[in-house]
């Protein structure tokens, strides 16, 4: 069994401040663990995405987020947040013998204020 | 590369009528899944495939059909639209080991 939970369905942040969204996962075998990001009207596109290996993980667009298994955590960060950033982030869990059933989180909306 | 690609991108059905999504990955992917994504509720697992000849459902199959004749293809039918359905769906292919999910932009469907 799996599970995400994404903690905070709204985040404002000013342009230049931090970035942080919090994702929480539940697996029963080593997880799979993924970040996307979604524009109004537009599919998802991958931001970055923690297999096996390094635990910290670097994105596109200067995303980066952590892989804490004793925490079951899997935060995205960015250092400088960017207008552009305004978006819907999901994250989602998968794993090597669940492939074709990603669990994907109720996603967090980030607004980014000039 | 087309990637995943669906059609139509819009459609508005009347309740109790039938259509299919249609989904095509030119990337020889063995995996591939249908999504419904609702406001505050993420996307949502319909059915998925891990193969030609081989379907499964998600968590919420009710009043959907799939089926998967070859690699290539992964259609979605409704078989009697209900207001419920009204959503935006999603179709995915994933590359071999599940580390990656492609996703097509996405078919917006209205039931009234």
């Known amino acids: 069994a799996q599970s995400v939970t994404q903690l905070g369905s709204h985040v404002s942040v000013s342009e230049g401040a931090l970035v942080l969204l919090r994702c929480n996962y539940s697996?029963?075998?080593?997880?799979?663990l993924f970040w996307y990001v979604q524009y109004p009207n537009q599919g998802l596109q991958l931001l970055l995405k923690y297999t096996t290996g390094a635990t910290l993980v670097k994105g596109i667009n200067g995303f980066e987020a952590e892989f804490k298994k004793s925490e079951t955590s899997f935060h995205l960060t960015k250092p400088s947040a960017h207008m552009s950033d305004a978006a819907e982030y999901f994250c989602a869990v998968s794993s090597l013998t669940n492939a074709g059933k990603s669990t994907f989180g109720d996603g967090t909306t980030l607004t980014v204020k000039p | 590369n087309a990637g995943v690609t669906q059609t139509p991108k819009f459609q508005v059905l009347k309740t109790g009528q039938s259509m299919t999504l249609q989904c095509a990955q030119d990337m020889n992917h063995e995996y591939m899944s249908w999504y419904r994504q609702d406001p505050g509720m993420g996307l949502r697992l319909i059915h998925y495939s891990v193969g030609a000849g081989i379907t499964d459902q998600g968590e919420v199959p009710n009043g959907y059909n799939v089926s998967r004749s070859t690699t290539e293809d992964f259609p979605l039918r409704l078989l009697s639209a209900a207001p419920s359905q009204t959503s935006v769906y999603f179709c995915?292919?994933?590359?071999?080991?599940?580390?990656?999910?492609?996703f097509g932009e996405g078919s917006w469907l209205t039931v009234v």
């Open positions: 697996s029963s075998v080593p997880p799979y």
């Open positions: 995915a292919s994933y590359e071999t080991g599940g580390n990656t999910i492609y």
